[in-house]
């Protein structure tokens, strides 16, 4: 069975300091992996996604994750958070078909 | 319009009432889902659609019955729900693409249900 798995449900950080939200996944299979981001009362937005070649990949907003197939980990950070970047993130697989497998979520806190 | 749209944005029901969430794809997709997200849960599948037909149902209680009239537009029909269906409900669309390759979904913004 396939499985996401995000431990930390929040993380404070204060403004301008770096972040990571962390994402273990277990498949038996080859999996793409995703980050979206759920802003307040809105719906959720791709963030970026793993689907091949280089391990370290960069999305939106100055995000980027790398994929680690031996820890079976995707970990998204950056470098200096904002207080806009207050919202959940969702980290997700799929095996290739229309099922995505989504983590429980990390709310993200920052603080002026 | 752009993207994928929902309505209502929010929606208070008694467990004896009738409504319906609508969702609508401008992306020219060919799948459509039902999400539910409840607080401290992972994402729910509930429904997908591939071409109008369903290809999907995550063992949903029957109150709750889904509708895709065509590839552009889905419904997802409430009838005496319970308080513990109280939750934001997410619609998404994608391509549908062949076994192994990738489908990016898209999301509304969702329908924050409340059921007393």
């Known amino acids: 069975a396939q499985s996401v798995t995000q431990l930390d449900s929040q993380v404070p950080v204060f403004e301008e300091a770096p972040v990571e939200l962390r994402c273990n996944y277990s498949?038996?299979?080859?999996?793409?992996l995703f980050w979206y981001v759920q802003y307040p009362n809105q719906g959720l937005q791709l963030l970026l996604k793993y689907l091949s070649g280089s391990t370290l990949v960069k999305g939106i907003n100055g995000f980027e994750a790398e994929f680690n197939k031996s820890q079976t980990s995707f970990h998204l950070r950056k470098p200096s958070v904002h207080i806009s970047d207050t919202a959940e993130y969702f980290c997700a697989l799929s095996s290739g078909t229309y099922k995505y497998i989504f983590g429980t979520g990390t709310r993200l806190k920052v603080l002026a | 319009e752009t993207g994928v749209t929902q309505t209502p944005r929010h929606l208070v029901m008694g467990m004896t009432n009738k409504k319906s969430l609508k969702c609508e794809q401008h992306?020219?997709?060919?799948?459509m889902y039902w999400y539910k997200q409840s607080a401290k849960k992972p994402l729910e599948l509930m429904f997908v659609?591939?071409?109008?037909?369903?290809?999907e149902n995550n063992s949903v209680p029957s109150r709750f019955s889904p509708e895709c009239p065509n590839s552009s537009h889905l419904f997802l029909h409430l009838h005496t729900l319970q308080p513990e269906d109280s939750a934001l409900y997410l619609c998404?669309?994608?391509?549908?693409?062949?076994?192994?390759?990738?489908?990016?979904?898209?999301f509304g913004p969702g329908t924050r249900l409340t059921v007393l």
């Open positions: 992306l020219g997709h060919n799948a």
């Open positions: 659609y591939n071409f109008k037909e369903q290809t």
């Open positions: 498949s038996s299979v080859s999996v793409y």
């Open positions: 998404a669309s994608s391509q549908r693409s062949a076994p192994g390759g990738y489908n990016e979904q898209f």
